[in-house]
Structure formats: structure tokens, C-alpha cells
């Protein structure tokens, strides 16, 4: 379980693919205070952390996982939001984000607006029931606040402090991202849609 605040960037410092899977080589700040077995949010996708070395840690998507994220886009270089999971002693900044990434979204509009950004994004028609007005949403693992919603539209303020030390700073109109909808939306629509 993550809160959706991203702790650190990290930089893909390795791409591996074997069979329909892809390992990846992660160079950050936290990377040398992980364990083997522990939950990492990367862009918002939870991975397993399967071994740390060198200052960098090494984890593992497969298939299931690159068909539903941008994972099967990431190359070296790519920098990447992180996230360590919650603790339950602390403070719950964002909001409950499981680091199961429900799709990918894709960035239609980015304007600057005199030192905050709005960004809108479309997604797919299909979970048009889990997007609220004011509503939250996790983009590559960042909590944000939804508004704006027509259809499969809806847009997203960015203040200077995410945008500096996230990845939203490099998102552009075109660009896909990571999104994992609010889990308790989930859950509402799932018990109505058994209801009918």
C-alpha cells in the first residue's frame, strides 16, 4: 500500500528481456536502503525489489504487467518516480494507492500556468464510472486531485514543488502514463454493478 507521494526519482540504469518479461536496473537514493522482497512503487506500478547491489536495485515485470503500464516503454535513462510502501505509523499525505496500475492514460494538453501546470489526460471509455469531480487519481505513482471530467477527459493541477521533483516535469502532449483509479471507487462500482 503507497500514499501516492513520491519519495525519489530513479534512472533505469539496465533494460533485460527474457521471454515476455523485462528486468530492470535501478540507480537511486533509496535504492541502497532496499531489501530483497520489499514492495516499491515505480511510476506507480508495485514491483517486487529482487535484488540490490552496486547502489541500484533490480526488479521484474511481466507480461500481465507490461500489456497494463508504460513499463514496456522504459529504457535506459528513463527516469522514474519512487515510492517505498506506508508505514502504518505515518502520516497519509495523498491518498490509499495500491500500486495496481488499472491502465495507461494518454497526455492530450500541458499549459503552463504562471508557475503551476495543468495537465488533461484521456482514458480509455471503459472506467468512465471511477473518475470523479475532485475525485483522487495516481499518475506514474503521484496523488493528485481530479476536475475538469467530460467523458474520458479530466485534467490535473501540478504545483512547482511535484513538478520539480517528479517526472511530470519530462510529460508531454502524446505521452502516455501510468493511472491507477481511486480504490474505493473501484470497490463502490464493483458492489453496484453486482446489484443490477
Partial sequence: MFTGIVET?????????????????????????????????????????????????????????????????????????????LKINDRLDGHFVQGHVDSSATCIDKKEKGGSWEFRFKFLPEFDTLIIEKGSVSINGISLTIFNVTGTTFDVAIIPYTFEHTNMNLVKPGQKVNIEFDMIGKYINRKLSLSK
Fill in 9 to 85: 526519482q530513479g534512472i533505469i540504469k539496465k533494460v533485460i528481456e527474457k521471454g515476455s518479461n523485462k528486468t530492470f536496473w535501478i540507480k537511486s537514493a533509496i535504492s541502497s536502503k532496499l531489501k530483497p522482497d520489499q514492495s516499491v512503487a515505480h511510476d506507480g506500478v508495485c514491483l517486487t525489489v529482487e535484488e540490490v547491489k552496486g547502489g541500484q536495485h533490480r526488479v521484474t515485470a511481466i507480461a500481465e504487467t507490461l500489456s497494463k503500464t508504460t513499463l514496456g516503454d522504459w529504457e535506459k535513462g528513463t527516469p522514474i518516480n519512487l515510492e517505498r510502501c
